[in-house]
């Protein structure tokens, strides 16, 4: 009444401002966005004082596990035993299918001596100005070959080429997909019965019941 709530109000703001600086000078030498004091500041602690906001980018909160951004392609890692950076989409295009933008494209690989299509995509493009993160690609893929990315710092001064992703911009390797959703992959390859893709699983199976075969005849 009569001004009293703003005047309050400026004084909690105030407060704060002053308080910014004094917890400047307790984490002097040590660096101003250190990660204790991030974390100090961002945990709902009584201890937290001063500067309550993220001073982005220099402060970045880490995005939960199913947070997600732009699709990408999972590959084998570069290191794997069989097939390194083998691209596990089957270019069946579901993906493509079911996306609500549609701004998905894909071109079938072709076999050079047959010339019959072959299960792997030779382009594949996302335009990320017209995806909408909604994140069904990745839902209704088959072979758990598409994913939804953790990276949201995409902004550049080219509106054109440079936000249509290829192939190559979209391929990234499986362990990057385990490091940023550990529980979600490790849920996946329990339900396939293993880490790696479909068809590596079915070959080592199809493998093991050969070896069976040969050692019962024997």
Same mark, same amino acid.
């Given at each position: 009444?009569?001004?009293?709530?703003?005047?309050?109000?400026?004084?909690?703001?105030?407060?704060?401002?002053?308080?910014?600086?004094?917890?400047?000078?307790?984490?002097?030498?040590?660096?101003?966005?250190?990660?204790?004091?991030?974390?100090?500041?961002?945990?709902?602690?009584?201890?937290?004082?001063?500067?309550?906001?993220?001073?982005?980018?220099?402060?970045?909160?880490?995005?939960?596990?199913?947070?997600?951004?732009?699709?990408?392609?999972?590959?084998?890692?570069?290191?794997? #035993?069989?097939?390194?950076?083998?691209?596990? @989409?089957?270019? *069946? +295009?579901? $993906? &493509?299918?079911? %996306? !609500?933008?549609?701004? =998905?494209?894909?071109?079938?690989?072709?076999?050079?001596?047959?010339?019959?299509?072959?299960?792997?995509?030779? #382009?594949?493009?996302?335009?990320?100005?017209? @995806?909408?993160? *909604? +994140?069904? $690609? &990745?839902?209704? %893929? !088959?072979?758990?070959? =598409?994913?939804?990315?953790?990276?949201?710092?995409?902004?550049?001064?080219?509106?054109?080429?440079?936000?249509?992703?290829?192939?190559?911009?979209?391929?990234?390797?499986?362990?990057?997909?385990?490091?940023?959703?550990?529980?979600?992959?490790?849920?996946?390859?329990?339900?396939?019965?293993?880490?790696?893709?479909?068809?590596?699983?079915?070959?080592?199976?199809?493998?093991?019941?050969?070896?069976?075969?040969?050692?019962?005849?024997?």
């Amino acid at each position: 009444m009569y001004g009293l709530g703003i005047l309050k109000g400026m004084g909690v703001t105030l407060k704060h401002f002053l308080d910014t600086y004094i917890e400047d000078l307790r984490f002097l030498g040590k660096g101003k966005r250190t990660d204790v004091a991030f974390n100090l500041r961002q945990s709902g602690s009584n201890q937290r004082l001063g500067l309550f906001t993220v001073e982005y980018p220099e402060e970045k909160i880490a995005v939960p596990e199913r947070f997600r951004f732009i699709p990408f392609l999972v590959i084998n890692n570069l290191d794997a #035993e069989e097939d390194p950076g083998k691209i596990w @989409c089957t270019s *069946c +295009g579901i $993906c &493509a299918k079911v %996306c !609500p933008p549609q701004c =998905i494209w894909i071109v079938r690989g072709t076999d050079p001596e047959t010339g019959r299509p072959k299960p792997e995509p030779e #382009e594949f493009y996302i335009d990320i100005d017209i @995806c909408m993160n *909604c +994140g069904l $690609c &990745a839902e209704f %893929c !088959p072979f758990d070959a =598409i994913k939804m990315d953790h990276d949201y710092e995409l902004a550049s001064y080219d509106r054109t080429t440079h936000h249509i992703f290829d192939k190559a911009r979209l391929s990234k390797e499986f362990r990057y997909w385990r490091s940023i959703a550990p529980t979600i992959s490790a849920e996946e390859a329990e339900a396939r019965g293993g880490w790696e893709h479909k068809d590596v699983l079915k070959e080592k199976a199809k493998a093991a019941r050969t070896a069976d075969k040969a050692t019962g005849a024997s």
